[in-house]
């Protein structure tokens, strides 16, 4: 009950209310207490439904990032954030892109409780763009997930777990594709002094994936060194000879099936925990984006400060997200 | 708690309130803003000066999450430390964010009655999936662990990548 109850409403109120139809007259034979209905948490209806939306969002988010964290420690291996070619710094930037929103949503309620309207809006305005340029890297860090052939699922994804027969078969079922051998025959048929130093040594080296690959007796050793001239995996120092590409970097069209051990476990984790809460960026744009049209006054402070709450939870996610993602 | 109006009896009730008025306004010396619920003049708290310096400390913070990923990180032998760092830091900037940001501060009790159980649902849902999920790999079918990656596979391509490193970058024919 005491819970419930705020602290300048003591207890007493509360019981007082509860037993009020048993106890018709004070101690001293006074008239009854006037009673008045008073609600059972002292906030607003829409900051209380804000905070019970919230509330399940904690456990949406924790069912996902709990998974996430079990999944990934239950592994046999998972890749390195170089493996799968994630950025640190960009991940960092995110972070302090995404904190400044906070902080401009914070100064926009201040503003609008303080009857700075035009403060206000330029504040909310902040957030939105602060806001969309959070998508914008967001954006950027997925098309360099795709362009490597890192999908979270088939059709599109090239990633296989091990350097095993599977992956060599593959290898060879897509240098065996029509359209790719007629490119690898423009390829070879291009004098040198057309092609760069990296087109060079990248022909060279896929001239030589081509023998492995289509050899008949392959030992494990070769379809890793298939896998490596591919797609190597970036070491931790970064910088070596992982971040200068494979072939399928080199040449676009090739697309060859990669190896990240893990790495399709790591792809449905990473696009399910980015792209809820990237959804959630998007959800919290759409708000702002309405609250623009209003005038932003201490009248419609409550409606920032339910969006505040909802903007600082995705921003919470987020702090929870960069390093179990990025830094693990 | 609220000091009730002087004519009143408080002996055995607590504050009455007269018809068309609200306790908050009886409410006297001995209640804080910060015992206030949302509505009347309670939004003095926070301030520039001090959404400022949480701004500071959550710049520090990721700062220093970052800073794991540094070479200058001392143990980055020992990962287990750094995610342990990790998580106290992330917690710490949850909990600021929480605070000071949404106001949690200054709130009234019933943030206990929204955010304890969700807490708890949440560890509890993470705790649930250890066995099936996390133990996931204690026990496999001989035709799974066939396919899955294993350590071993992540030695093997790191070194063909240190044969690849041997060899010069630009011109020769040597396969492995």
């Given at each position: 009950m005491s819970f419930l109850a705020n602290a300048s409403r003591s207890p007493a109120t509360f019981a007082m209310n509860a037993s009020a139809a048993s106890i018709p007259h004070d101690a001293h034979g006074h008239h009854g207490p006037v009673l008045q209905y008073q609600p059972g948490l002292p906030l607003s209806r829409g900051k209380l439904i804000m905070w019970l939306f919230l509330s399940t969002e904690i456990m949406f988010f924790a069912a996902l990032l709990g998974s996430y964290v079990v999944l990934r420690f239950g592994a046999a291996v998972w890749p390195k954030p170089h493996h799968v070619h994630l950025s640190e710094p960009i991940g960092a930037f995110n972070t302090f892109v995404l904190i400044c929103s906070s902080v401009t949503v914070v100064l926009a309620l201040e503003a609008a409780r303080a009857n700075k309207r035009s403060l206000a809006k330029i504040w909310m305005l902040a957030t939105l763009v602060l806001g969309a340029f959070f998508l914008g890297i967001k954006a950027y860090e997925y098309s360099a997930k795709f362009s490597h052939g890192i999908y979270p699922a088939a059709p599109r994804g090239l990633i296989y777990e091990r350097p095993d027969l599977y992956y060599g078969s593959a290898v060879r079922a897509r240098l065996s594709d029509p359209a790719i051998i007629e490119q690898m025959k423009e390829l070879d048929a291009r004098p040198e002094s057309e092609l760069t130093a990296?087109?060079?040594?990248?022909?060279?080296?896929?001239?030589?994936?081509?023998?492995?690959?289509?050899?008949?007796?392959?030992?494990?050793?070769?379809?890793?060194?298939?896998?490596?001239?591919?797609?190597?995996?970036?070491?931790?120092?970064?910088g070596g000879h992982g971040h200068g590409g494979g072939l399928n970097e080199t040449f676009s069209w090739l697309q060859l099936p990669i190896v990240i051990p893990g790495g399709n476990m790591w792809a449905s984790?990473?696009?399910?925990?980015?792209g809820f809460h990237a959804i959630h960026v998007i959800v919290g744009l759409i708000v702002f984006g309405i609250l623009l049209l209003y005038e932003l006054g201490p009248k419609h402070a409550g409606m920032i400060e339910n969006a505040g709450l909802y903007w600082h939870f995705v921003d919470l996610v987020w702090i929870f997200l960069f390093p179990l993602l990025y830094l693990f | 708690m609220s000091t009730p109006s002087p004519n009143e009896s408080t002996a055995s009730h607590g504050p009455v309130t007269e018809p068309g008025s609200l306790v908050e306004s009886q409410a006297g010396g001995g209640s804080t803003s910060a015992d206030h619920p949302a509505?009347?003049?309670?939004?003095?708290?926070?301030?520039?000066?001090?959404?400022?310096?949480?701004?500071?400390?959550?710049?520090?913070?990721?700062?220093?999450?970052?800073?794991?990923?540094s070479s200058y990180w001392p143990w980055r032998d020992e990962p287990q430390v750094g995610?342990?760092?990790?998580?106290?830091?992330?917690?710490?900037?949850?909990?600021?964010?929480?605070?000071?940001?949404?106001?949690?501060?200054?709130?009234?009790n019933w943030k206990y009655v929204l955010t304890i159980p969700a807490a708890m649902m949440a560890i509890f849902l993470a705790i649930?999936?250890?066995?099936?999920?996390?133990?996931?790999?204690?026990?496999?079918?001989?035709?799974?662990?066939?396919?899955?990656?294993?350590?071993?596979?992540?030695?093997?391509?790191?070194?063909?990548?240190?044969?690849?490193?041997?060899?010069?970058?630009?011109?020769d024919d040597h396969d492995h």
């Open positions: 990296a087109e060079l040594t990248g022909r060279r080296r896929l001239a030589q994936v081509r023998e492995m690959a289509m050899a008949a007796d392959q030992q494990a050793f070769d379809l890793a060194v298939i896998a490596d001239q591919v797609m190597p995996l970036a070491d931790d120092a970064a984790t990473y696009f399910l925990l980015t | 509505g009347h003049g309670d939004e003095d708290h926070g301030g520039l000066g001090l959404y400022l310096a949480v701004f500071g400390a959550l710049c520090f913070l990721t700062t220093m999450s970052f800073f794991t990923y995610w342990a760092f990790m998580m106290a830091v992330s917690c710490t900037k949850a909990l600021l964010v929480v605070l000071f940001f949404m106001h949690v501060l200054w709130e009234a649930m999936l250890i066995p099936d999920i996390g133990l996931r790999n204690r026990m496999v079918a001989q035709e799974r662990a066939l396919h899955m990656a294993r350590p071993a596979d992540l030695l093997l391509l790191e070194q063909a990548a240190s044969a690849a490193e041997g060899e010069p970058h630009h011109a």
